[in-house]
């Protein structure tokens, strides 16, 4: 993974990046100032309520519904006056069956996004070195699929795989992920393989190569990092996902995000239970993004901003 | 052969040019150079065999359905068993602008929308430009800015349900100790409600605008600036003058991509509020969640879903065209 082509521009960027600091600021104390004042308050912000969330889940329920006065500022300090206690995760495996939830997810969303993203890099490849006809209106439909609302796709694709016997089950989810996944991967691989000087692919024809082992000796190794980038993003939106899951994985195909509704009852919300919940959805995310952290924006905005 | 010569610079054009050209000659035997990468087997090149069976998934999974939606559009369908669908020919789009919920909750999806761009757009700029004062430390800042992004929207909205709680939730405590919340509870009250979702989106998405208009800073062509800065451009004339031209394709591609991702998530409505109080925060796209899943009233959602497929792709059509400016103008 670590290539030189990746490496390169990298330290181009970062030198740019300070010669262009020189010149558009001043660097005033007091810009220096409020950049880091409002940054810090940004910052806080931002923290805040994963924090609360945090601290939430490792309290008992009367802990974490301890608010101070109104107005007594001094009373937020209070927020760490707790003794740790793990029952709200206990209760989730023992009581909620979350062990299940988090194992459909990780089925589906890795299903997903293997099957997306080995089609995808297929698709991709011959969309970046092929020269079809109606090229655009193919690229347009692909991304298009990708723009429709979630509900939109969800109301078809519920009445059709009520037909197929396909509700409920992992499969049935995996396919409806893919709905979303495919055309985004193919679109994101897309742009990584048109980034690639095609010289070198080029060359390895004339040594005698064929096609097929040009695109996995040279082209699928040289993409690797933004393959493995699209591959995380996919697994990221559809482990976030509720929509599909709540509709289409029905009763034996939850995830967590469904799990997580579920603790909100007609009677009660499980104030403590759902904070554990919560830490569990987001965590592992939070660490794999992250981890792409270099193609998040481009990722994002499927190739159209780079960092 | 002056075509070749023409795209000397980009590799990429020239392979595709010369593609196009082996595909007219495509009767004789081609040029050697042509043959190497594009020689065809039963009619089609190596790329448009791995396309293929791609496309096919693809339009499986994505064209059968949006044609079963259209097809769907004008039948009564059936939801018990013994039932059959029934056509209805226009009665299922006529119904929808004879519904309030629906026309209504168009205007709450675009009072949704413009508040929550604007509001983003303007915090994202900000940010961007704080963050651009930077050096060492901007990785790491960054980093933890973008957190909010990754986390599903069903989490946000539980995050902010608790944080908006009218007896225990710290932004109520909050809003109450500054003086600003008057009434009791936020999630419950008509405007509040809809003020709450937008910050919850505020949080999510304002770290997305800042890292795109970020990108679009760094590219800022330096001897523009340095040109203004010699000319005597103030900074605030400089700002307007050379940076924010630089940056429209990366402004527009902000904002319509925040656009459709509003448009496609119900989430944090579906857990913060369910579309009320009194429906006052019922947007069409979650009110064809209802229809489809609490109604069952399959032709009305199908004709609902349509109409709101056509504007999301309308805009998708002016996504994609920018972009593909954008990605001209960008290229390395």
């Known amino acids: 993974m670590t290539v030189d082509v990746t490496a390169a521009p990298k330290k181009r960027k970062r030198s740019k990046a300070m010669e262009q600091d020189t010149i558009i600021k001043k660097r005033t104390p007091l810009a220096q100032a409020i950049t880091v004042v409002v940054l810090t308050l940004w910052i806080v912000w931002t923290l805040a309520p994963l924090l609360i969330t945090a601290l939430g889940s490792i309290k008992t329920t009367r802990e974490a519904f301890a608010t101070p006065t109104y107005g007594d500022w001094r009373g937020v300090a209070s927020i760490f006056k707790f003794s740790p206690t793990m ?21 589906a969303s890795v299903g997903s996004a293997a099957i997306a993203v080995t089609m995808g890099t297929l698709g991709a490849y011959g969309l970046s070195r092929g020269k079809f006809k109606r090229e655009g209106d193919i690229s347009f439909w692909i991304i298009s699929t990708r ?41 994101l691989i897309k742009g990584f393989f048109d980034d690639l000087p095609v010289e070198i692919e080029e060359a390895a024809f004339v040594d005698g190569d ?61 104030w403590g239970p759902l904070n554990s919940a919560t830490i569990i959805l987001i965590i592992p995310m939070i660490a794999l993004g992250i981890l792409i952290r270099k193609y998040l924006i481009q990722g994002l905005t499927m190739g159209a901003v780079r960092e | 052969m002056p ?30 150079e042509l043959s190497i990468l594009h020689r065809k087997k039963f009619g089609m090149s190596f790329y448009g065999w791995i396309l293929m069976p791609v496309i ?27 039932q059959h669908d029934e056509w209805v020919g226009l009665k299922n789009y006529i119904g929808l ?28 700029f900000a940010l961007a430009l704080f963050l651009n004062n930077l050096k060492r430390t901007a990785n790491v800042i960054t980093t933890i800015i973008l957190i909010p992004m990754m986390i599903a929207p069903v989490a946000v909205g539980f995050l902010h349900m608790y944080l908006f709680n009218s007896s225990f939730g710290w932004y109520h405590w909050f809003l109450k100790s500054v003086g600003l919340l008057s009434g009791g509870s936020i999630l419950g009250d008509m405007e509040w409600a809809m003020a709450a979702i937008i910050i919850a989106d505020v949080w999510e998405w304002t770290p997305f605008m800042a890292l795109i208009f970020l990108a679009g800073l760094k590219k800022v062509p330096l001897d523009q600036l340095e040109a203004a800065k010699c000319d005597g451009a103030p900074p605030v004339k400089r700002f307007f003058d050379v940076v924010l031209p630089n940056m429209t394709s990366v402004i527009v591609i902000a904002v319509l991509i925040r656009f459709m991702d509003i448009m496609r998530y119900i989430d944090t409505i579906f857990v913060m509020t369910t579309g009320g109080p009194a429906g006052a925060t019922k947007t069409v796209s979650y009110y064809l969640f209802d229809v489809a899943f609490r109604y069952f009233e399959i032709g009305r959602g199908a004709a609902h879903g349509f109409v709101l497929l056509l504007v999301t792709i309308i805009i998708a059509q002016v996504f994609v065209s920018v972009m593909n400016k954008s990605r001209k103008g960008m290229a390395r």
Request: with cysteine; net charge positive.
């Open chain 2, 3 to 32: 075509d070749e010569q023409k795209s000397g610079t980009s590799s990429h054009g020239g392979l595709l040019r010369r593609v196009s050209k082996g595909r007219k000659a495509s009767t004789g035997p081609a040029p050697q």
């Open chain 2, 56 to 82: 096919i998934l693809l339009a499986a999974i994505t064209l059968y359905p949006f044609f079963w939606m259209i097809v769907k559009s004008f039948y009564h369908v059936a939801t018990k068993p013994g």
């Open chain 2, 97 to 124: 602008f004879k519904d309030g919920l629906f026309l209504n909750g168009w205007w709450i999806q675009l009072r949704y929308v413009v508040i929550s761009l604007v509001v983003e757009f303007v915090l994202g």
């Open chain 1, 147 to 187: 723009m429709a609302p979630a509900v939109v796709v969800i109301v078809p694709l519920y009445y059709i795989f009520k037909g197929l016997g396909m509700l409920s089950t992992l499969t049935g989810l995996i396919i409806a992920y893919t709905t979303f996944n495919l055309s985004f991967s193919i679109w």
């Open chain 1, 210 to 270: 064929s096609h097929w082992a040009v695109f996995r000796k040279i082209a699928v190794p040289l993409a690797a990092p933004g393959i493995v980038a699209s591959f995380v993003l996919c697994v990221l939106f559809s482990w976030n996902d509720f929509l599909f899951a709540a509709v289409i994985g029905g009763h034996s195909a939850k995830t967590v995000p469904v799990g997580i509704t579920e603790l909100r009852t007609t009677v009660e919300v499980l």
């Open chain 1, 87 to 107: 029952v709200h995760f206990e209760r989730l495996f023992s009581q909620q069956g979350f062990g299940a939830y988090i194992w459909h997810g990780l089925v």
